[in-house]
């Protein structure tokens, strides 16, 4: 999966790729869904909601540009799978989650697994996480209106936010906003992508 669907394509960050060739993602799908685990395309996990295709959680977390040492947030941790690709790099790692039925099962293969640097909980991801911050890297895995302000402010100084943002009826970006002073940020498109609606206080109602 990793040779052929995510570095070929142009994924070349060595930390991302040795993550994903850890992580057994066949752990993080639904029973029956397991022979489809290394199909690179987004598979259901209940809820309405997906498990990401392996490509694009290599893509994000390579634009995020994430060293062993950082503090990372994720939003919309769905399966888990994305923060237990993420805690094989980073110190530490927060996910939240919309739904307490699958922020349990997250949790449980986590255990499973022995990644014991991240933590998830149920709740709004546009307002992040403050009391945990700031991050390095915030990944958020929905497309959002506009980024949040919240999760802007929870950067800390030349941290990175990668975050799809629709523009129009549907059309997607994938964007990377970095902070670079208390109150400056740049920012940039990195390509069209397609997720679930980001759900929540600063995102759609």
Do not use: C
């Not at 960050?13 to 040795?18: I, M, P």
């Not at 950082?70 to 980073?90: F, H, P, T």
């Not at 990377?176 to 929540?200: C, K, S």
Request: a negative charge; glycine letters at 10%; zero cysteines.
């Amino acid at each position: 999966m990793v040779t052929r669907q995510i570095e070929r394509r142009g994924v070349r960050d060595r930390h991302v790729l040795e993550a994903m060739r850890t992580v057994p993602r066949e752990v993080f799908v639904d029973p029956g869904m397991e022979e489809f685990a290394y199909e690179d395309r987004p598979l259901p996990i209940g809820d309405g909601q997906t498990i990401s295709q392996p490509y694009i959680v290599g893509l994000m977390i390579e634009a995020a540009e994430l060293r062993p040492g950082d503090r990372v947030l994720e939003i919309g941790a769905g399966s888990g799978y994305a923060a237990a690709v993420l805690s094989r790099i980073a110190t530490s790692v927060h996910a939240i989650e919309r739904h307490e039925a699958l922020t349990r099962k997250a949790e449980a293969r986590l255990a499973r697994l022995g990644y014991d640097n991240v933590t998830i909980r149920t709740g709004d991801g546009t307002r992040g996480w403050a009391e945990a911050g700031p991050f390095d890297a915030i990944l958020v895995a929905a497309g959002a209106p506009t980024a949040p302000e919240s999760l802007k402010h929870q950067l800390a100084i030349g941290g990175a936010l990668v975050i799809p943002v629709q523009h129009g009826d549907r059309h997607q970006t994938l964007t990377r906003i970095r902070r670079t002073a208390d109150d400056a940020w740049d920012e940039e498109e990195l390509g069209a992508v397609n997720f679930v609606p980001l759900i929540g206080a600063e995102g759609w109602t």
